[in-house]
């Protein structure tokens, strides 16, 4: 009989954060306990708390790293080429897809039974999310950095509806209408805001 390989301690650890991530997506903070993690992975309570003390601090961990993916979305908007609306389309398109397919946004709601260290550290995660996502939108507005953490909320709040409505369209189509009529709606509320001086000339 082979012997048992003991998988590396830095191997074990991402795996389990990736199971516990796919566990807190599917019932919720609450509805999750180390029992259920340890049985998804396949291992004991305690090697698992070898790797992670509490409940708590293993769900600060995976929200740091979803936060982190989320913001990496946010920031490779910079780099669509073409004017806001080709930005805002295909920000919702990945935002879409993400929130649809690993249901992501859903640990960052809902965060009422939570400890209040958790809903601080959700709260500056959204605001610098909020923030990344203004920034690219509106870098050409004269915008105030308080309106532009509103715009970048609305705009999250938005990415989650769009999510939804994308998954009950059914069909490819409607999808593809969907993020049209939405992409439209932002850019013309974007519109509104006044250009700032140092703005590029509109394209013939």
Do not use: C, W
């Not at 049209?180 to 013939?204: C, I, M, N, S, Y």
């Amino acid at each position: 009989m082979a012997p048992t390989v003991r998988m590396p301690r830095r191997e074990r650890r991402a795996q389990l954060l990736a199971i516990a991530t796919e566990v807190f997506r599917a019932r919720g903070y609450q509805g999750t306990s180390m029992d259920d993690i340890a049985a998804a992975a396949g291992v004991t309570k305690p090697v698992l708390y070898q790797h992670f003390t509490s409940k708590e601090t293993l769900y600060k961990e995976v929200i740091d790293v979803l936060g982190a993916s989320l913001l990496e979305v946010a920031r490779s908007l910079r780099d669509v080429p073409g004017p806001p609306q080709a930005r805002v389309e295909e920000g919702l398109r990945r935002f879409t897809e993400m929130v649809e397919v690993e249901n992501t946004l859903r640990l960052f709601t809902g965060r009422g039974d939570v400890s209040e260290e958790i809903e601080q550290q959700v709260a500056g995660l959204l605001d610098a999310l909020a923030l990344e996502v203004a920034g690219v939108l509106i870098a050409y507005r004269d915008v105030t950095p308080a309106h532009a953490r509103v715009i970048g909320r609305m705009m999250i709040a938005i990415a989650q509806s769009t999510a939804r409505l994308a998954h009950e369209a059914g069909d490819e189509a409607s999808r593809e209408d969907l993020l049209r009529t939405t992409t439209a709606l932002v850019v013309d509320g974007l519109t509104g805001f006044a250009l700032r001086e140092d703005a590029p000339a509109p394209a013939e």
